[in-house]
């Protein structure tokens, strides 16, 4: 085991391609609460990261330090990064020691039989194979495609395969030499182990994501409703607009309804969103309103401006964190049975299969006719939330977590 820090603080390295001084996303915010709650629990914290297209390559943010590698792309692991982020490790490490390294997915992984601390890696969802999480080629997505589109997926299959075959290699390395593994949920547990018998499973852990219970927490709907000026049920969509995410599920479904039943609000940007804005446009679909991207402070108003929130995913998510967050205010969940998403909503919300548009809808019809359920599961899954997803509860546990690895030692280098 290597000495700790200067003053006898733990001393700990994040590696991750992306934080929030690049962009907002759910995995740059578990990432930020992850470290500050580091810090509030007395540990050293440095974050090594691509570099930003703006400000200073170091700086210091709420008690956490940054280290942002030159003449890498920023969010990308192109261009050397993980030589760039081995070397960049090496000079943090010979000044003043850590203790422990954890890995953001695979951003570590040129650290890997190079070190001789522990290493602690946390996955958003499971790379194994080629295809990513979101990928076009699962067939449940597939099926959604228009001809022009498969087509244009088809030109872009070898370009995918190659990338995603190269994560999978690193994955396998991050996965075989971490002292311990992190994942969201027990979905994703069982697929790793599925995947990799061999694995130790001992190492593997389960801890949510945490949600912020105090900026997504219950607020006056009719208060919300009103300055967003929403005057009927409202369903909510709240993703980037992909087609994995299924916001043509979405669209589908309400377009099948009474036009009088409710509104949709579909929230977000991407590639989709053409696509919608057309298909809306030539179905004269009057109930149906794109708001695009708001800010990271409105997100808590749409989601307790909504009656229901509508998660139609295609893919297989690992968690399913804007279902949670949506529980956390107070907000009950329709959505498909993918992925992690059952083990998230337990009994605070609705599942329909995946990609069934009709059941969706009809879904939809029938429990719009109960606010009185809706009232009672959506207080349900507020509960839930405290219980399971908080973020002093993730904290808590990751903290257990580093300290066993660090007193059990470990690292190949």
Known sequence: MTKTGVDGEVRVCIVARTTLHHSAGGMQESLAGLAEGLVDQGKEVVVISSATPSGPPTRVHRGVEFHFVDDTTPESYADDFFEKVYEQFKRLHEANPFDVVFSESVAAAGLCDRISIPLVARFHGIWIGWRPSESLYFPEVWQTLNARERTLATRRLPSTFYYGSRLSRLARLVYETSQAIVLDSEFSRARLQDRM??????????????????????????????????????????????????????????????????????????????????????????????????SARDLATYLNAADLLVYPELSSPAFGLVGAEAMACGTPVIASDAGAIPEVIGDCGYLFPRGDVSRLASLISEVLVAPQTLTEMGQRGRRRVEDLFSHERMVETMVDTLERVRALGGGKG
């Open 197 to 294: 018998p061999g694995l130790d499973r001992d190492k593997i852990l389960v801890v949510p994501p945490a949600v912020d219970t105090h900026r997504f927490a219950p607020s006056d709907k009719a208060v919300a409703r009103d300055r967003l000026g929403i005057e009927r049920p409202a369903l909510l969509f709240l993703s980037r607009m992909t087609i994995a995410k299924g916001p043509r599920i979405a669209v589908q479904a309400v377009e099948a309804l009474d036009p009088d039943l409710c509104e949709l609000v579909m929230v977000g940007s991407g590639r989709e969103s053409a696509f919608l804005h057309r298909y809306v446009a030539s179905k004269k679909i009057d109930n149906v309103r794109f708001a695009g991207l708001v």
